[in-house]
C-alpha cells in the first residue's frame, strides 16, 4: 500500500511553545490529508482536512488559531500546535488520500503518528 | 443514529476460530469502504476495502458488503493473537471522499 510518513514520532515540549508536526506521502501526490486527534482508547477525532493550496476546513470545535494547517505542496502537509499547554497533550494522526486510479481510487492512508506530551 | 457503528467489544476468540466484525451505516448512498486495524498506540493501518455488494478476499481476511442491509463485515479466518488489535470500520458517504469513522471494535484472540 501506500507510504504516508509523519515526524515526529513522538514530542515532548514546555507549555506555552509551539511544536510542528510533518506529514509526506512518500509514493503519490496527496491533495488531500487529514489530521487527527485521539486519546487513550478513544476513538479518532478528525480536527481538519487540509487541501493542497487552499486554507483548511477545521471541524466544529478546532480552534484554527491553535492548530495550524499548512499543506503547501502535494506530498507535505504540516500541523502546528502552537501556545501548547497539557490537555494538547495526545496521540496526533495524519491520512492522504490516494486519488489513484483503480483499486487505490480515494483509499486513505495513515502516518505512524506523534505522540505530543506537553508539560 | 450515529452513522458508522461498530460493537465497541471486546471480542475475545480462540486462536484459530474465525473473528467476524460487524459495522453499520446509515448513509444508504455510501459508496466505499474501507477497514483497518489498530494496535495500540500506534496508528492505523488499512487492511482491505470493498465497494460491490458480496465479498471479497485477501488471505485470512474476507470482507462482506451488503448494500442493501447497509451492513460491512470483516472475517478474520484463522485468528492469531497477533490480530488482538482494534478494528475500525469506515464508510465514505456518496460524493465525499472524507471517511467517517466508527468506534471501532476492540479483538481479543487468546491462544
Known amino acids: 500500500g501506500a507510504v504516508v510518513s509523519q515526524h515526529p514520532s513522538r514530542v515532548i515540549c514546555k507549555s506555552g511553545t509551539s511544536v510542528k508536526i510533518e506529514c509526506r506521502s512518500l509514493?503519490?501526490?496527496?491533495?488531500?490529508m487529514f489530521w487527527y486527534r485521539q486519546f487513550p482508547k478513544q476513538s479518532l477525532m478528525l480536527m481538519a482536512t487540509s487541501n493542497e493550496g487552499s486554507k483548511a476546513t477545521y471541524e466544529q470545535g478546532v480552534e484554527k488559531d491553535k492548530f495550524l494547517i499548512n499543506h503547501a505542496s502535494l506530498t507535505l502537509s504540516t500541523l502546528t500546535v502552537t501556545s501548547a499547554h497539557p490537555e494538547d497533550s495526545s496521540f496526533y494522526i495524519c491520512?492522504?488520500?490516494?486519488?489513484?486510479?483503480?483499486?487505490?481510487?480515494?483509499?486513505?492512508?495513515f502516518g505512524e503518528g506523534s505522540w505530543l506530551t506537553v508539560v | 443514529q450515529k452513522e458508522v457503528e461498530q460493537n465497541s467489544g471486546p471480542l475475545s476468540v480462540p486462536e484459530g476460530a474465525i473473528a467476524s466484525l460487524n459495522c453499520t451505516y446509515s448513509d444508504r448512498g455510501s459508496q466505499s469502504f474501507f477497514w483497518y486495524r489498530q494496535y495500540s498506540g500506534k496508528s492505523p493501518e488499512l487492511i482491505m476495502f470493498?465497494?460491490?455488494?458480496g465479498d471479497k478476499e485477501d488471505g485470512r481476511f474476507t470482507a462482506q458488503l451488503n448494500k442493501a442491509s447497509q451492513y460491512v463485515s470483516l472475517l478474520i479466518r484463522d485468528s492469531q493473537p497477533s490480530d488482538s488489535a482494534t478494528y475500525l470500520c469506515?464508510?465514505?458517504?456518496?460524493?465525499?471522499?472524507?471517511?467517517?469513522f466508527g468506534r471501532g471494535t476492540s479483538l481479543i484472540v487468546h491462544p
Open positions: 509514493d503519490f501526490q496527496a491533495t488531500t
Open positions: 469506515a464508510v465514505n458517504k456518496w460524493g465525499s471522499y472524507i471517511p467517517t
Open positions: 470493498i465497494y460491490s455488494n
Open positions: 491520512s492522504a488520500r490516494d486519488q489513484g486510479q483503480g483499486a487505490s481510487g480515494n483509499t486513505i492512508y
